[in-house]
């Protein structure tokens, strides 16, 4: 589903991506763990498609196509969503218009019809139950006035509305407490089927509780330099990522 | 080399004063001292303090009539109607149009009727009010338009009365040659009257330069309701000066809306005072400018009394090589203990070229009150349109969906269901 090949990206001429390789196929779970400014949220805002960030070497290949080629918007209509770290707050715009209107555009481009409003409202109470989202926040502005645990739901509740390919939760753990966490993870494991795939990108363990992965990814100095199941994550929160830092600089 | 027999625009209108004079309505004392205010204030030009970005010696530069009447059937301007079911009168390049206008079933109460008609019929309580609130010696177009002004609206909402529909004050310019054009109204609501009022600015066939020098007084009575909106949507050529005088009294409510959708130039002058307790002001505008348009919101919320409370809210987007300028003055004066005074101006640049102006002015000579002022000018939110984009919406929509927000929050203090329907059309519209 997703192939990443040697990307290096950098911001204001600081190279902080240095040559990722990833390949994640449908189904399966990757968690990306990594201490400060290893690179991790670069990565995500790169694969969503951030303008500042500037990819200087690599490419990444999503369902047979390019994807560092296409606008941010057309990556989300391909099937690429990123659950942001830190939510942006719309005034003015309802939550409820405003995933409307990114659900048909995403439909026109597929070259369906507006959904009809029936079935958009059934699809809206059904998504909410998942994360436990109160119907009075769906129609306030989005993520207006949220806690930081509601915005959190709110992003996997726009991830149940829009149905991606492939999940990108960048730290969608942090500030989260316990009750919020758990909610949060269970939102994102009832969404898991055989044909999408999920990224977790996270600094701790805890998270990896809940969303179990298949393998997962040390990345450091912009590199991924480790590899493994589940366990290396167990291993990581024992002894803390000094260890790594050892083995690499060996 | 300037030939000194060119007459200058300033001794035209004061030579059209002296030609019009006979035919004139009302207090020729009035008009008298009008005139001689304006030969000694003349159109203001660069220097003037208050007109600095707007340099009318420049912008009115031409040759102008005074008068053109064009033939217009109501079912030309259908769609300028605005609202279904309203009392309307129309006025085609200043003058009132009886045809065109919906006056016929007026309930008890409500006089709505041309201004030479009014000093006829209702001359005690015309003269009591007319041009006592607009000062001929504070600004250059109300001393012009106070000494040529020879037709426009008299409202008169009487005691207790609840207006049913809204008033929808209707103003075409349609016209093939350059005019220049002083309409008057006065609006009086009594003591414990309610009314709503929509003054509109439209444009029909026109192919000329039309000024429009347009001055309202409105006096809102003790325990007063008046909810009043302004929708200018003129046209490129067009020039609008207008000014809106209100008085208030005690434990009164006025809300006023001003939409700025088009025109070439327009100038609001909106000016309030507060002239007893317990009184309420809201003052919200919006103003959507483009290409070389030129957009000037003057407002002056006047504080006499204690126990009031004014709240302000202005919000524009800038495109293209547009000025818009906002200065907001509030004076606090000594006795007004106990107001609370806020205003806000908030400002979204689209383009490198467009140009906002703004200035908040707070003046406060009492020591007991609660005021504040805030202005914010910026570029659309690139991380709002990035999370936008990262759902599925293009760039177009997103910034269309962000701006419309925007507005949203002036909008949404329009009380007419059917006005804000159409405000909301012309607004999406605008962002396609």
Redo the contacts between chains.
């Keep these: 589903m997703l192939l990443i090949k040697n990307l290096h990206a950098s911001i204001d001429g600081k190279e902080i991506l240095r040559g990722i390789n990833l390949e994640v196929k449908a189904g399966e779970v990757h968690a990306i763990m990594g201490p400060n400014g290893s690179g991790k949220s670069t990565l995500s805002s790169v694969l969503?498609?951030?303008?500042e960030y500037e990819v200087t070497a690599g490419e990444v290949i999503f369902n047979g196509k390019e994807l560092l080629e296409l606008?941010?918007?057309d990556?989300?209509?391909e099937g690429v969503f990123?659950a942001?770290q830190y939510?942006?707050e719309?005034?003015?715009?309802s939550n409820i218009?405003?995933?409307k209107?990114?659900?048909n555009?995403?439909r026109a481009?597929k070259g369906l019809g507006p959904i009809e409003a029936k079935e958009f409202l059934k699809l809206v109470k059904e998504k909410q139950a998942l994360v436990e989202l109160q119907g009075s926040l769906a129609n306030r502005?989005?993520n207006e006035g949220f806690s930081g645990g509601e915005k959190k739901r709110n992003e996997i509740f726009?991830m149940a509305m829009?149905e991606p390919k492939l999940a990108i939760l960048d730290e969608t753990d942090s500030g989260l407490d316990i009750d919020a966490l758990r909610i949060v993870a269970n939102g994102v494991n009832k969404l898991k089927s055989p044909d999408n795939a999920t990224i977790v990108i996270t600094h701790y363990q805890r998270l990896l509780d809940y969303i179990v992965p298949d393998f997962v990814h040390v990345l450091y100095k912009g590199q991924i330099v480790k590899s493994g199941t589940k366990e290396l994550a167990l291993e990581l929160e024992e002894k803390g990522y000094d260890f790594i830092k050892e083995e690499v600089g060996a | 080399m300037e030939t000194i027999t060119k007459t200058s625009l300033k001794d035209k209108l004061i030579g059209q004063y002296e030609l019009a004079k006979p035919s004139f309505v009302g207090d020729a004392a009035i008009r008298e001292m009008a005139i001689n205010a304006f030969a000694e204030q003349g159109l203001p030009g660069r220097k003037h303090e208050e007109y600095k970005y707007l340099n009318f010696e420049l912008i009115l530069k031409g040759d102008y009539s005074f008068s053109h009447s064009p033939s217009l059937a109501a079912q030309q301007i259908q769609t300028l109607y605005l609202l279904k079911d309203a009392y309307v009168a129309v006025f085609v390049n200043g003058q009132f149009n009886s045809n065109l206008s919906k006056l016929n079933d007026l309930p008890k109460g409500l006089i709505i009727c041309s201004l030479p008609e009014a000093f006829e019929k209702h001359k005690t309580i015309v003269e009591q009010h007319y041009a006592k609130h607009a000062d001929v010696n504070a600004d250059n177009f109300i001393a012009l338009n106070t000494a040529l002004a020879s037709d426009g609206c008299f409202v008169h909402v009487a005691k207790g009365a609840i207006i049913d529909k809204p008033i929808h004050l209707l103003y075409i310019s349609s016209a093939n040659e350059n005019l220049i054009l002083n309409t008057r109204n006065l609006v009086v609501v009594e003591e414990n009257a309610q009314v709503k009022i929509v003054e509109s600015f439209e444009v029909k066939d026109l192919t000329s330069k039309v000024v429009t020098n347009a001055s309202s007084e409105i006096v809102v009575m003790s325990n007063a309701i008046v909810d009043h909106y302004k929708i200018q949507n003129e046209s490129e050529q067009s020039v609008l000066v207008n000014t809106t005088q209100v008085y208030q009294e005690k434990q009164s409510v006025f809300s006023t809306v001003n939409f700025t959708l088009n025109g070439g130039v327009v100038r609001n002058n909106l000016n309030i005072v507060l002239g007893g307790e317990y009184i309420e002001s809201h003052l919200n505008g919006l103003y959507l400018t483009k290409n070389n348009q030129q957009v000037d919101n003057h407002t002056l919320v006047d504080h006499r009394m204690p126990n009031c409370n004014s709240n302000e809210l202005y919000k524009g987007i800038i495109d293209d090589k547009s000025v818009a300028t906002f200065n907001g003055k509030i004076y606090v004066r000594k006795d007004a203990q106990k107001t609370n005074a806020f205003q806000s101006n908030k400002n979204i640049l689209l383009s490198d070229d467009g140009t906002i102006n703004t200035k908040p002015q707070l003046e406060i000579y009492a020591d007991d009150v609660k005021c504040s002022h805030g202005t914010s000018t910026g570029k659309l939110?690139e991380?709002?349109v990035?999370?936008?984009?990262?759902?599925?919406?293009?760039?177009a929509?997103?910034k269309k969906?962000?701006m419309?927000?925007?507005a949203?929050?002036v909008v949404g203090t329009v009380k007419i269901d059917e006005l804000k329907e159409y405000l909301e059309a012309e607004i999406s519209a605008r962002f396609e």
Aim: charge should be negative.
């Design positions: 969503a498609g951030r303008e606008s941010p918007e990556r989300a209509r990123l942001f939510p942006i719309i005034p003015g715009v218009n405003f995933l209107t990114a659900l555009e995403i481009y502005s989005v726009q829009l | 939110d991380d709002q990035f999370y936008l984009r990262a759902r599925g919406l293009s760039e929509s997103a969906l962000l419309h927000a925007f949203s929050e």
